[in-house]
C-alpha cells in the first residue's frame, strides 16, 4: 500500500527508468553511474551483507502483512520421503515405509487448512520448506483444502524448484538459512516435525532452543512418528547426563496420525 505522507516525493521506480534511458556516454556506462538500489553487482558485495540480510528479513514480513496472515503453522520434514504410491522409487526400505508419512502430513495439511480458511485464511496457515517430499505434502494437503499455503524455499547447490502446490504469491526464496528459519517461526502457532535428515534435524533443534530458553512462547511440538524419532535420538540419555532437564522432555510430544496432531493443537490453551 502506497504511503501518502511519501507521494509528493518522486518514486524509485521512475528515476530507475529515467536512469536506463541516459544517453550512452563512458560516464553513464561505468558502474559508479548506476543507482545503488539497482545496480546488482553493488548489492552483492560483501561489505552489503548487512543490507541483503535486511531485505531478505522485509520482503517476506511485508507480504505476509499485505496478505493479512497473523499465524502459521510449520511443517518441517525430509525432502526424500516419496508419496505412497512412489515408494518404490526410494533409495531405501526405511524411506519406502516412512512413505506413509506423506499421506499423514497431506491430510493434516488439509484439515489444518480447513481451519484456517474459516478465519478467512489469517490464521493457521500451513508454512513448509517449499521443496519435495513433506514439504511438498504439506502443501498440496492446503491445496486439497482450497486454501492458500507458504512456501519457504532455499537456494541450494542443486537448486530445485519450489513444488507445484505451494501458493505463488507465498512461495519465497532465501540466500540465508538463518533468515529462513525466522520466517519459519515468527508466526508459528505449531510445529509439526515428520522424519528427515540433517535439515529437519537442524530446524527442529533450533525451535526446541527458542522454546527451552523462553526466547520463543510454547507452542505445541509433534514429533510425527515415535519409533523413527527414539531410535535417531537417545532423548532420556540427554536428560540422565544433565545437559537437559527432565522437563525439557516435555517441549515435545510424539504423534502418528494427523488427527492426533489435529486434537492436541486444538485443545492447546489460547489455541
Not at 152 to 180: D, K, S, W
Not at 199 to 204: A, I, R
Not at 209 to 238: C, H
Request: charged share 25%.
Amino acid at each position: 500500500m502506497k504511503d501518502d505522507r511519501l507521494s509528493q516525493f518522486r518514486d524509485a521506480h521512475s528515476d530507475r527508468s529515467t536512469a536506463e534511458q541516459v544517453p550512452d556516454t563512458a560516464q553513464t556506462r561505468a558502474p559508479a553511474y548506476r543507482l545503488a538500489f539497482a545496480d546488482d553487482e553493488f548489492l552483492c558485495r560483501d561489505e552489503l551483507r548487512p543490507v541483503r540480510l535486511q531485505l531478505e528479513l522485509l520482503k517476506p514480513e511485508m507480504i505476509l502483512n499485505e496478505r493479512g496472515i497473523q499465524s502459521t503453522v510449520v511443517l518441517f520434514g525430509g525432502a526424500r520421503i516419496p508419496e505412497p504410491a512412489h515408494k518404490d522409487t526410494a533409495r531405501t526400505k526405511t524411506l519406502a515405509d516412512l512413505s506413509r508419512y506423506y499421506d499423514e502430513a497431506r491430510k493434516f495439511s488439509r484439515l489444518m487448512t480447513e481451519k484456517s480458511m474459516s478465519t478467512y485464511g489469517r490464521d493457521y496457515v500451513i508454512a513448509t520448506g517449499g521443496g519435495p517430499g513433506v514439504m511438498e505434502a504439506g502443501n498440496r494437503g492446503a491445496a486439497d483444502a482450497g486454501g492458500a499455503s507458504i512456501g519457504l524455499n532455499i537456494v541450494l547447490p542443486h537448486e530445485q524448484a519450489p513444488n507445484e502446490y505451494v501458493t505463488p504469491g507465498l512461495c519465497f526464496n532465501f540466500h540465508y538459512f538463518a533468515i529462513r528459519k525466522m520466517h519459519f517461526l515468527m508466526r508459528a502457532r505449531a510445529i509439526c516435525v515428520f522424519p528427515g535428515g540433517f535439515g529437519t534435524l537442524d530446524e527442529t533443534f533450533e525451535a526446541l532452543t527458542l522454546i527451552q530458553t523462553d526466547r520463543m512462547t510454547k507452542v505445541p511440538f509433534l514429533l510425527f512418528g515415535e519409533e523413527f524419532w527414539r531410535k535417531i535420538i537417545n532423548w532420556e540419555a540427554l536428560s540422565e547426563a544433565g545437559t537437559i532437564s527432565a522437563e525439557d522432555l516435555e517441549l515435545f510430544r510424539f504423534v502418528e496420525t494427523a488427527d492426533e496432531a489435529m486434537e492436541i493443537i486444538a485443545n492447546w490453551p489460547e489455541a
